[in-house]
């Protein structure tokens, strides 16, 4: 290996789910912060298990719903009220009533776009190069392995102390991995 | 927490054999087979009866397109529509298309909600039949204004005809938002739903291209528990938005009908009816799709007979509220004392059409209550056959309500009957090249099942599950 390549952090692998929430509840308690845990589908239990709080996509969400509404009746109320005062059948000019299908279904069309971004945003996706991606066993964990990652960031790193806690939690294989 | 404040002496015992359920997944198949067995449908080589579907699915496509270009430029003169019934196939079928959708968005939206975990082994490919479906059903609305290429009034875009804009009074306006931000949504979360299986194909793929393509829609996924936690939390907010907008969707539709003045449309019964409608003739759908492809595509153990009896159950309920909506128009065209309502009514019986509304009893009414029966709902050639005839009843409710209800108006004068040109036939029969061109071309190049949700239903999942790895006496 170059000298340039710097480590990004230490990986383990584990079998089960349930190893890996154990060894998570671990490195939860010695306190580190830039550590993350992948696994092929959500684990129930996970996100106490590594301390995370809830997650805040949904005010994204809710921010675009209700900008969505908002536009629809702004724009019900200009363009058939104000710009071009259209009259059917002797009606108001405009009525929240009829206008209120369309911009139903624009709060759920932001709403969901707002969900959808939020959770891009806040994930930080798309990221297309990851350090991890590179790694040869790491593919596995879109198959059937769970890992743990902590990285050298963390402020408690230290690579021995590490390799320790990991390895007493029960799992099978610990690698560094490059920047 | 129970658990924990036992005694270790004390152990809980199973539940007994006859009342243990079926698996989800059979034959306690592991978390890696999963992904195995899912991506080795596009994986190899292209299977030979991929193509003799798909060869004659993109005939009839190439035949959508020769009847959409005859229709643009000759006029809409060329369907059968005309005097009284201006409605005709187009939104018949517009109609149709749109309610077999329906099902793809109960079972990944509102069934998630109500944590019904069999959907995971059914979503993706409903999911994608609702895309199609939407799209095969946008076409009709867009072509049968006669100009298509005035299709952008229907957008309030500020324009140069001195401020003219739509009138958002009218259902139709309505229908406008309600469809195009249904197939927004639905695409959304079909995508968002398949970003972390992106990242499995990703993580498989063996030539560059593969490598690059899906490494590129799977955004980066990496599987990481932080991403999880915001992607799950997304997740449930788009099967939220969904659950109000599946319903709205047809109601909206069905109100295109009910806020007319004509007997046998303007009903106040109509939304809720209409989105059990279709509900009803998606599930049919499903069945008609999944069927023979979880025997084509070996995911018997995926797509099980549980799932397939479940599905089946809500054929039968359904179906039922439909035929319940049914007896009830008759009561309300009676009870409303309208001779014009009465009259609407006892036509679509023994009317000229009265063929027409014979077959949609049959095949909406009777044919789902053979599903009580348990031996009818595991037997999958009787199921076939029964969905693909749910799909025809829903077809002819729609033609009930539409061209019945229009050929006799108030004057007799105005009385004809419709009949449809070959035009119309072919451009329907197109529809489904379009339909299955996709369906395809989806099962192909796409996960069908959506992988990590069905592992993440398995018991080797769960930590707190000895195949997920838990240690009895374990703290936990």
Sequence with gaps: MTSSARAYGILAEYDTPADIMHAAEKVRDAGFRRWDVFTPFPIHGMDQAMGIKNSRVGWFSFVGGATGYTLGMLMIWFTNAIDYPLIVGGKPMFSPHAAFPPSYELTILLGAFGALFGMLFLNKLPRLYHPLLKHRRFALATHDKYFLVIETADPKYSESDIRQLLECSGCKRVEMVEE | ?476
């Design chain 2, 1 to 476: 927490m129970s658990e924990a404040a036992l005694p270790s002496s004390i152990k809980i015992a199973p539940p007994p054999a006859e009342l243990e359920r079926e698996p989800l997944v059979r034959n306690q198949r592991g978390i890696g087979w999963l992904s195995d067995q899912v991506a080795a449908i596009m994986e190899g080589k292209t299977p030979t009866w991929w193509w003799m579907a798909f060869v004659p699915s993109f005939g009839f496509m190439s035949l959508l397109g020769a009847m959409l270009i005859y229709q643009i430029s000759v006029g809409v003169g060329v369907w059968g529509n005309n005097h009284p019934v201006m409605w005709g196939w187009d939104i018949i079928n517009f109609v149709w298309w749109i309610g077999i959708g329906h099902a793809g968005t109960l079972i990944s939206a509102i069934l998630f909600l109500l944590r019904q975990k069999w959907r995971t082994a059914v979503n993706r490919a409903a999911e994608a039949m609702t895309i199609f479906a939407v799209m095969c059903a946008g076409i009709y609305p867009a072509l049968h204004v006669g100009r298509v290429w005035f299709d952008w009034w229907l957008f309030p875009i500020p324009n140069s005809n001195g401020p003219v804009w739509p009138q958002f009074r009218s259902p139709l306006m309505w229908d406008v938002f309600a469809v195009s931000t249904y197939f927004t949504v639905s695409a959304l979360f079909w995508y968002v739903g398949l970003i972390p299986d992106l990242a499995v194909m990703r993580d498989r793929a063996k030539t560059t291209i593969r490598k690059f393509l899906y490494g590129l829609f799977a955004l980066g996924w990496t599987g990481s528990n932080r991403h999880w936690s915001n992607y799950e939390k997304a997740y449930l907010i788009l099967a939220g938005l969904s659950t109000p907008l599946v319903l709205s969707v047809h109601s909206i539709v069905s109100l295109d009908f009910a806020v007319s003045q004509l007997p046998g449309w303007h009903t106040t019964i109509f939304p809720p009816y209409f989105v059990a409608g279709a509900i009803f003739s998606g599930f049919g759908m499903v069945l008609t799709l999944l069927v023979p492809l979880r025997k084509i595509c070996k995911l018997e153990d995926v797509i099980t007979m549980r799932h397939i009896d479940v599905m089946c159950k809500v054929t039968l309920a359904t179906g039922s509220i439909v035929g319940y909506a049914y007896g009830m128009e008759f009561f309300i065209a009676w009870y409303s004392g309208s001779p014009y309502e009465r009259f609407a009514f006892i036509n679509r019986a023994i009317g000229p059409y009265a063929w027409g509304y014979w077959i949609m009893i049959g095949c909406n009414v009777l044919v789902p209550q053979l599903f009580w029966w348990k031996a009818i709902r595991r037997n999958v050639w009787i199921v076939f056959i029964l969905s693909i005839l749910v799909n025809i009843g829903m077809w002819f409710e729609r033609f009930v309500i539409i061209v019945i209800s229009l050929h006799r108006e108030f004057l007799p004068s105005n009385w004809s009957y419709f009949k449809p040109t070959w035009v119309d036939i072919c451009t329907f029969l197109g529809t489904f090249g379009l339909f299955f061109t996709m369906f395809l071309l989806f099962l192909r190049f796409l996960p069908m099942i959506a992988i990590s949700e069905v592992k993440g239903v398995t018991p080797q999942a769960d930590p707190h599950h000895p195949l997920g790895g838990a240690k009895e006496g374990g703290h936990h």
